[in-house]
T-cell receptor, first 108, second 115 residues
Framework: DAKTTQPPSMDCAEGRAANLPCNHS???????VYWYRQIHSQGPQYIIH???NNETNEMASLIITEDRKSSTLILPHATLRDTAVYYC?????????FGAGTRLFVKA | KAGVTQTPRYLIKTRGQQVTLSCSPI?????VSWYQQTPGQGLQFLFE???????NKGNFPGRFSGRQFSNSRSEMNVSTLELGDSALYLC??????????????FGPGTRLTVT
């Protein structure tokens, strides 16, 4: 599984878009990018995943660069409830290896 | 559809004892994974079961074991508890093996405290 690098923390104003970057420069062709988040004291929550095309669902958008070495998770209108640790995972296997993630603080 | 349930939610044990944690996956899900979360080590993969077979295992000592039943419910057992085993133990279920198993749905966890 490819190693991912994320900033340890980020701030975002409520109502604005939150753009969370992830670097996965060693990703191989068959590895997907997955995003999860963990709100304090709860289990992680699946958000979205993609291979090479941009993806969007009701929670977020995932933008993957053409060379697939990095990606950005976009929360279009962040709310206070989006304050959480966001994990980016690059994997083609059966394991989900979580790194340290990015702690997103959404401020009023 | 009911989510992943874990029992008990909180547990206090003494060093040297053993503990069994239970996980009931989402109905229809056949893959169950277990994770340990501590402030120092973060979320670490323990093992994954699919159709009663362990398919993957993380880097944990043999004191950590698990099993899955024919109804997909899973248990994990930790024997000879150590203080360092104090953690939040999370169970996640998925509808299929392989890549689809990475779209996991987590339970609320069991908070284990070893004294």
């Amino acid at each position: 599984d490819a190693k991912t690098t994320q900033p340890p923390s980020m701030d975002c104003a409520e109502g604005r878009a939150a753009n969370l970057p992830c670097n996965h420069s060693t990703i191989s062709g068959n590895e997907y990018v997955y995003w999860y988040r963990q709100i304090h004291s709860q289990g992680p929550q699946y958000i979205i995943h993609g291979l090479k095309n941009n993806e969007t669902n009701e929670m977020a958008s995932l933008i993957i660069t053409e060379d697939r070495k990095s990606s950005t998770l976009i929360l279009p209108h962040a709310t206070l409830r989006d304050t959480a640790v966001y994990y980016c995972i690059a994997t083609g296997g059966f394991k989900t290896i979580f790194g340290a993630g990015t702690r997103l603080f959404v401020k009023a | 559809k009911a989510g992943v349930t874990q029992t008990p939610r909180y547990l206090i044990k003494t060093r040297g004892q053993q503990v069994t944690l239970s996980c009931s996956p989402i109905s229809g899900h056949r893959s169950v994974s277990w994770y340990q979360q501590t402030p120092g080590q973060g979320l670490q993969f323990l093992f994954e079961y699919f159709s009663e077979t362990q398919r993957n295992k993380g880097n944990f000592p043999g004191r950590f074991s698990g099993r899955q039943f024919s109804n997909s419910r899973s248990e994990m057992n930790v024997s000879t508890l150590e203080l360092g085993d104090s953690a939040l133990y999370l169970c996640a279920s998925s509808g299929a093996p392989g890549l689809a198993a990475l779209e996991q749905y987590f339970g609320p966890g069991t908070r284990l405290t070893v004294t």
